[in-house]
């Protein structure tokens, strides 16, 4: 099963699960709706899970990480507020879905995945369907990509205890970042926004469940894979 991409039969303009999972929920950014149906899901899980491509739900993809739910993905981009200018960290590549979803949404992208078995698959996804440039790296994500700083953007696909601050370092002045923050079952997808004098502002999206981040400013040590 695949993401439906354009106009619809009955001059609905999105697919009933967008409608139903994401519209619904407050994303009204077209251009994050429309990459939502542009990128099949289904082409970064496994084909045992295909049958999983539009469910409201994250979906396992190997060494403990998942998919996430598209409505927690689409909130996350939505909140990074993107035009198509901007440099973007993603940290926690999994199977390169997100990444290639920023590749929609943004000028180039820099993607790091802790994981090697899931670095070198998910490297060839993205090499395959990435739109604008997506660089990958095997490493650290929690300490962010500092050769390629400032970023204006940076969004990660799992949980730290506090904000690392290495992402907060490279982050740009006027820059935001969306990062789960909390406990292993207790966390809140937050906003963080820079102002041109360096000071950090926060704002809690929504209660959620990810993966921790792994690294020296994560919440576990890196695996040595």
């Not at 082409?43 to 994250?58: G, V």
């Not at 990480?65 to 940290?91: C, M, N």
Request: charged letters at 20%; one cysteine or more; aromatic letters at 6%.
């Amino acid at each position: 099963m695949s993401a439906s991409k354009g106009k619809h039969s009955g001059g609905k303009e999105w697919p009933g699960w967008v409608e139903l999972q994401l519209i619904r929920r407050g994303i009204t950014d077209k251009r994050v709706l429309r990459a939502m149906c542009d990128v099949d899901r289904g082409e970064f899980i496994s084909p045992s899970s295909r049958h999983l491509t539009l469910a409201d739900a994250p979906v396992p993809i190997g060494c403990g990480q998942t998919v996430s739910q598209p409505y927690v993905i689409a909130l996350s981009l939505q909140a990074l507020g993107l035009k198509g200018r901007e440099k973007v960290l993603d940290v926690g590549t999994g199977s390169g879905y997100q990444a290639v979803l920023l590749s929609h949404l943004a000028a180039e992208v820099f993607t790091i995945e802790v994981h090697m078995s899931l670095y070198t698959s998910a490297r060839l996804a993205v090499e395959s369907r990435a739109r604008a440039p997506v660089h990958t790296r095997h490493g650290d994500g929690s300490l962010g990509w500092p050769e390629q700083a400032p970023f204006d953007c940076i969004v990660a696909g799992c949980y730290a205890s506090t904000p690392p601050a290495a992402l907060l370092d490279q982050l740009a002045s006027g820059g935001r970042m969306v990062i789960p923050v909390g406990q292993n079952r207790s966390q809140a997808l937050m906003l963080y926004e820079k102002d041109q004098h360096g000071a950090i502002s926060k704002k809690i999206l929504e209660r959620v469940v990810f993966v921790p981040l792994l690294g020296s400013q994560g919440v576990g040590p890196a695996p040595e894979d």
